[in-house]
């Protein structure tokens, strides 16, 4: 994934590996059969699900619309279903645990233990903390060409000729991100597909901008020329996510490929043009290769909270700051040149 596209890949491997419909822990008979049972009756033994109160007519309570919660917060969607799933889940484990078995997963999920409302508290909170390492180094990028590096002296414009492209970038990194936190704090088809989408965004427009800056396109309608198949299609395939197919075998083959592509290029390039900041840049890389392994080597939650996943989310905190470093310095080294040829 090379420069730009550390973070890139690391979002988009987020979307590589999908969740699947059918585990082996939603498989079980016991579950399935405690789920039947807790949506039937609101209870699971001693235990009395609150989104499941049922009137002595056996009538849910919720099921009028003026005992339902209100819009703002059903976000949650913390239902009868999903409060069963979840207890009958952990019952299900604990049993497991007691029979020396391992966790197993439950429509495509871990057993991951909630805090609150959130579903991955771990993950969720390693996202914002991304979220928010993206924000910093933004806006840190656009203080040093604004304020710090020499401005065109006609147009007041930056000598840096990919200052849009890096700030869209931005903005489209912490939409991913923010969506991530989302997703990993309430897991349903929603959340899901923006979740995927915003990661599939991100990797597609870092691919853009990647091939831009590599082969140093600075003219408009060559840029257009670069852009728009790539545009195209990702905007094909977010679309066919969403309202055709969500097909996570084709989304992984998608983003493998925009994502392996750019890190070759990125690191090919830093080499051949003996980048000042091209060992920062491979660092990045490396970084970003390594912390693949975690989500291809997949483990159960420890102790309920950290898994590969979450680990996988950790590492890329430190490679957001590094690949944010890379950029500003590309930044002043360009200016640089610039300002050294105007003179």
Same mark, same amino acid.
């Given at each position: 994934?090379?420069?730009?596209?550390?973070?890139?890949?690391?979002? @988009?491997?987020?979307?590589?590996?999908?969740?699947?419909?059918?585990?082996?822990?939603?498989?079980?008979?016991?579950?399935?059969?405690?789920?039947?049972?807790?949506?039937?009756?609101?209870?699971?033994?001693?235990?009395?699900?609150?989104?499941?109160?049922?009137?002595?007519?056996?009538?849910?309570?919720?099921?009028?619309?003026?005992?339902?919660?209100?819009?703002?917060?059903?976000?949650?969607?913390?239902?009868?279903?999903?409060?069963?799933?979840?207890?009958?889940?952990?019952?299900?484990?604990?049993?497991?645990?007691?029979?020396?078995?391992?966790?197993?997963?439950?429509?495509?999920?871990?057993?991951?233990?909630?805090?609150?409302?959130?579903?991955?508290?771990?993950?969720?909170?390693?996202?914002?903390?991304?979220?928010?390492?993206?924000?910093?180094?933004? %806006?840190?990028?656009?203080?040093?060409?604004?304020?710090?590096?020499?401005?065109?002296?006609?147009?007041?414009?930056?000598?840096?000729?990919?200052?849009?492209?890096?700030?869209?970038?931005?903005?489209?990194?912490?939409?991913?991100?923010?969506?991530?936190?989302?997703?990993?704090?309430?897991?349903?088809?929603?959340?899901?597909?923006?979740?995927?989408?915003?990661?599939? @965004?991100?990797?597609?427009?870092?691919?853009?901008?990647?091939?831009?800056?590599?082969?140093?396109?600075?003219?408009?309608?060559?840029?257009?020329?670069?852009?728009?198949?790539?545009?195209?299609?990702?905007?094909?395939?977010?679309?066919? %996510?969403?309202?055709?197919?969500?097909?996570?075998?084709?989304?992984?083959?998608?983003?493998?490929?925009?994502?392996?592509?750019?890190?070759?290029?990125?690191?090919?390039?830093?080499?051949?043009?003996?980048?000042?900041?091209?060992?920062?840049?491979?660092? @990045?890389?490396?970084?970003?290769?390594?912390?693949?392994? %975690?989500?291809?080597?997949?483990?159960?939650?420890?102790?309920?909270?950290?898994?590969?996943?979450?680990?996988?989310?950790?590492?890329?905190?430190?490679?957001?700051?590094?690949?944010?470093?890379?950029?500003?310095?590309?930044?002043?080294?360009?200016?640089?040149?610039?300002?050294?040829?105007?003179?």
């Amino acid at each position: 994934m090379g420069v730009g596209r550390w973070v890139s890949l690391l979002v @988009a491997f987020g979307c590589l590996f999908g969740v699947l419909d059918a585990s082996a822990g939603d498989a079980d008979p016991l579950y399935r059969n405690c789920v039947l049972q807790c949506e039937k009756t609101g209870n699971i033994g001693d235990l009395s699900i609150q989104h499941c109160e049922f009137s002595s007519t056996d009538v849910a309570l919720n099921g009028s619309w003026y005992m339902q919660e209100p819009l703002y917060l059903q976000w949650k969607q913390l239902n009868c279903r999903s409060d069963c799933r979840y207890y009958c889940m952990m019952q299900s484990e604990y049993q497991r645990e007691k029979h020396g078995l391992g966790p197993a997963k439950y429509h495509g999920k871990w057993p991951f233990k909630r805090v609150f409302v959130f579903q991955e508290p771990l993950s969720a909170v390693l996202s914002a903390f991304n979220l928010l390492m993206h924000f910093i180094g933004w %806006l840190t990028f656009f203080i040093l060409v604004s304020y710090k590096l020499p401005l065109r002296p006609q147009s007041r414009r930056t000598y840096y000729e990919y200052t849009g492209l890096w700030h869209i970038y931005g903005l489209l990194s912490m939409n991913a991100w923010y969506w991530s936190a989302i997703f990993h704090t309430r897991d349903f088809d929603l959340t899901e597909k923006l979740d995927y989408s915003s990661a599939v @965004a991100v990797l597609g427009y870092s691919f853009i901008l990647s091939l831009l800056r590599i082969f140093n396109v600075k003219d408009e309608a060559s840029r257009v020329m670069f852009a728009a198949p790539i545009l195209a299609f990702v905007t094909t395939h977010i679309l066919y %996510l969403n309202f055709y197919e969500m097909d996570y075998g084709w989304n992984m083959k998608v983003c493998l490929v925009m994502g392996v592509s750019q890190i070759l290029m990125w690191v090919i390039w830093g080499g051949v043009t003996r980048h000042p900041s091209r060992f920062k840049l491979w660092t @990045a890389m490396l970084g970003c290769a390594l912390a693949m392994l %975690l989500e291809i080597y997949d483990f159960p939650p420890f102790h309920g909270y950290v898994d590969a996943h979450a680990l996988w989310h950790a590492t890329t905190i430190p490679l957001t700051y590094l690949w944010w470093s890379f950029i500003k310095d590309d930044a002043k080294f360009r200016t640089s040149t610039l300002v050294k040829k105007v003179k």
